[in-house]
């Protein structure tokens, strides 16, 4: 049957069976079932899994701003990741300290979540869903970059799903151009505007 209940147990078995040197722990999502709209993001990162939830962190802390910027609380909408466990790499510097850091998942990974990821959709049954990123984008929709699509409403007839793909929140990080920030600011004020004509 498919429960959370089931579902986070498939979780906890796929992230305990997986090489303890790949990963760092796994969360599950957050949020209402059902829930009208859900974010799906890539995979969690060191602070999603101390705390135990997605979009915690310093990537979390700009998705929340956006979200509230749009009238939304966390506890409006469902909150998952294409990868439920944390991808990390391993390094040993010359001193032997050794140090983690998060990597994207794999394609072998992400398809060990491919039908969890499914059930936790038809689960939460949204209106939308909104992808944070290049990975949710190429695991849900046939594009290949955020950067051809972002911003635009897309119906994928093979889940028939509403997705409305974004920019990773990561990615004001990284970008700190003006240039940027209009763009995706822009993104979440259409995102707005096609929320009320669900
Ligand atoms: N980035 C993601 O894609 N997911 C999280 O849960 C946290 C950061």
């Not at 409305?164 to 004001?172: D, E, I, V």
Request: with cysteine; proline share 6%.
């Amino acid at each position: 049957m498919n429960t959370l209940n089931n579902i986070e147990k498939r979780i906890k078995n796929i992230s305990e069976q997986y090489p303890n040197d790949m990963i760092g722990g796994f969360i599950t999502g957050d949020g209402p079932i059902p829930c009208d709209i859900m974010f799906v993001g890539e995979a969690p990162g060191k602070t999603e899994v101390e705390l135990g939830k997605p979009f915690v962190g310093k990537a979390g802390a700009n998705f929340e701003k956006y979200l509230n910027s749009i009238g939304l609380r966390r506890d409006n909408v469902r909150i998952t990741n294409t990868c439920y466990f944390r991808p990390i790499k391993r390094k040993i510097s010359k001193s032997g300290r050794e140090t983690i850091s998060n990597r994207p998942p794999k394609v072998s990974e992400i398809n060990l979540f491919k039908d969890i990821l499914n059930d936790e959709i038809n689960l939460v049954n949204p209106k939308i869903i909104v992808t944070l990123g290049n990975i949710p984008l190429k695991r849900l929709t046939d594009f290949k970059s955020i950067g051809e699509c972002h911003g635009n409403l897309i119906f994928n007839k093979e889940i028939n799903r509403n997705i409305f793909p974004m920019y990773h929140p990561s990615s004001l990080i990284y970008n700190k151009s003006e240039e940027f920030l209009n763009i995706y600011r822009n993104d979440w004020e259409k995102l707005s505007e096609t929320l009320l004509s669900l």
